[in-house]
């Protein structure tokens, strides 16, 4: 037996103990972790956040030892069927806790990965695995005078679809930089009056990104806010949040991390940052880079497939010409015949190349996107933390290096005057402190942030191997189209074309070969 709780009247199992001590770090369960845990009894969503908010009365954002242990009994007694409340738990009063049943050993120690601050222990699969958010377009504008265009929103992890408009993203969007301001937050797409099909098009696929990237963010995707941005089924969502979430304490307040900041960094960690930054502008510059070239080969494509639409429309205007007479009018009554047929059959390989540049290069292309994206907003982040906490931090210490100089000119009779500056001094002296934390606060989130990205990494390979899979399918389709239309015109052609035979491929030269 484990002993007596303070909070819970039953005699604990030693088993709450063992999983506590595994997965707590520094004698607390992070939300986020606990919610990991709680996902391996294989319980609903809406269970797992009524257990979980029956546990942190108090919103803390962390679970203590007798808040988890609390935990543990209320997901016994939902496992149980039974509801999760204080009188479930009062059936145990004078026997011993039941005991839920989770993931192995094994897996809750990979779990506990996460529980400890300076580490970040999450893959792109994982990350990947958080949630699955998707947003797409409603059709036709809604308001009676002010149109506007209104999306689904849908999230695998909580099961939701809601509904949702752009200033609903921005409200969102500035209540999330307020909580979190030392955390990778991707900008949000421009907003425009008068919008055109193309570019409300684009801005959703923005939107579509930015969500993702916020949805499968490590301390995001379990955060109070974001859970309601996600599942909140009513009306008017911007004055819900705002209500809400009137007045947002950011990280650093709400954080049991603030208190020992200093010690989540390493000695070196302004040298290290800087160097960091170095590299990942680098990056910033050649995945920029990478985005513009695809962009290109994008609106090539486009433009490709509107040539060969007009292409056909040529032909079809030329086979519609009974004036013309070229090799006797047999002979071109047969072309004729074939050419006003063009414009059908060549809108068919436009309309497919355009489908298909729409389709499978985007899917690169947003991917790529959406780690510029990332790259993007930790530049941000930085510029933040320079116009905030430095600058406070710098003038902070400031006014008491102004303080000291001016009581050390101060006669060395006491007096009230030198006495309020003492007071003063204290006070300002406190102050620093504070701001000191915060300062540490920050640059211990910018370095789980730079873990973030590099976890992201893998964003790339993806993108190249989305892009390759994309030329395969678009060729292998448009092979099939073309081969039908040279079938269509062999006939009338006087020589045979050089085709490559069915089933063979072009041998292209490899690297080896070229060097």
């Known amino acids: 037996m484990a002993g007596k709780s303070q909070t819970l009247k039953g005699t604990l199992p030693a088993q709450y103990r063992d999983i506590f001590d595994l997965v707590a770090y520094d004698n607390s ?5 606990c919610f990991a845990v709680l996902r391996t009894a294989k319980l609903t969503k809406s269970t ?4 979980y908010e029956s546990s942190d009365t108090r919103s803390q954002g962390y679970l203590t030892r007798d808040g988890f242990y609390k935990l543990l009994a209320f997901t016994a007694v939902a496992q149980a069927g039974k509801p999760v409340s204080d009188k479930s738990l009062d059936a145990y009063r004078e026997t011993e806790l039941p005991i839920p049943t989770l993931c192995n050993t094994g897996e809750l120690k990979r779990l506990s990965r996460q529980g400890n601050p300076t580490e970040f222990n999450f893959t792109y699969a994982e990350l990947m695995e958080l949630d699955s958010l998707d947003l797409e377009l409603l059709p036709g504008k809604k308001g009676l005078v002010f149109k506007h265009v209104e999306y689904t929103l849908s999230s695998k992890l909580h099961g939701s679809s809601v509904t949702r408009r752009y200033s609903d993203f921005e409200t969102f969007h500035e209540i999330l930089l307020q909580r979190y301001p030392y955390r990778l937050i991707p900008k949000m797409p421009p907003k425009k009056i008068v919008a055109s099909t193309q570019f409300i098009e684009g801005r959703r696929r923005s939107l579509r990104q930015f969500i993702n990237l916020v949805g499968r963010h490590p301390i995001f995707y379990s955060d109070e806010l974001v859970v309601f941005f996600l599942t909140f089924n009513g009306s008017d969502v911007q004055s819900k949040l705002k209500d809400k979430f ?3 304490l950011d990280e650093f307040v709400r954080s049991p991390l603030a208190a020992k900041s200093r010690e989540l960094v390493t000695a070196d960690v302004h040298v290290s940052m800087e160097q960091s930054r170095t590299q990942l502008r680098d990056l910033q510059a050649s995945v920029f880079k990478l985005y513009g070239i695809l962009d290109r080969l994008i609106s090539r494509a486009l433009e490709t497939a509107e040539d060969l639409r007009m292409y056909g429309e040529e032909l079809g205007r030329l086979g519609g010409n009974a004036q013309l007479k070229m090799g006797g009018d047999s002979e071109w009554g047969k072309i004729r ?4 047929e063009m414009p059908t059959v060549f809108a068919s390989v436009s309309d497919r190349s355009t ?4 389709e499978n290069l985007h899917s690169s292309y947003e991917t790529l ?3 510029l994206s990332l790259l993007n907003a930790f530049e941000a982040l930085m510029e933040r933390r320079e116009k905030g906490v430095l600058r406070e931090h710098q003038a902070a210490y400031a006014k008491m290096q102004t303080m000291k100089k001016h009581q050390g000119r101060m006669s060395t009779q006491k007096s009230v005057d030198e006495q309020d500056l003492q007071q003063q001094i204290l006070q300002q002296e406190s102050e620093v402190t504070s701001v000191e934390r915060r300062n540490f606060f ?3 989130c910018i370095q789980m942030e730079m873990k973030l990205i590099f976890a992201n990494l893998s964003m790339l390979p993806l993108a190249v191997e989305r892009l390759g899979a994309a030329y395969c399918r678009n060729h292998q389709e448009l092979h099939s189209m073309w081969r039908g239309i040279v079938g269509q015109l062999s006939a009338i052609s006087p020589a045979p074309s050089p085709m490559v035979p069915e089933g063979k491929s072009l041998d292209l030269p490899s690297a080896a070969a070229k060097r």
């Open 369 to 371: 996107g959406e780690f």
């Open 355 to 358: 489908q298909l540049a729409s």
């Open 29 to 33: 369960v992070p939300r986020h972790l």
């Open 246 to 248: 009137r007045t947002p």
């Open 442 to 444: 920050s640059l211990y």
């Open 48 to 51: 797992i956040e009524a257990i």
């Open 337 to 340: 015949l074939q050419f006003r």
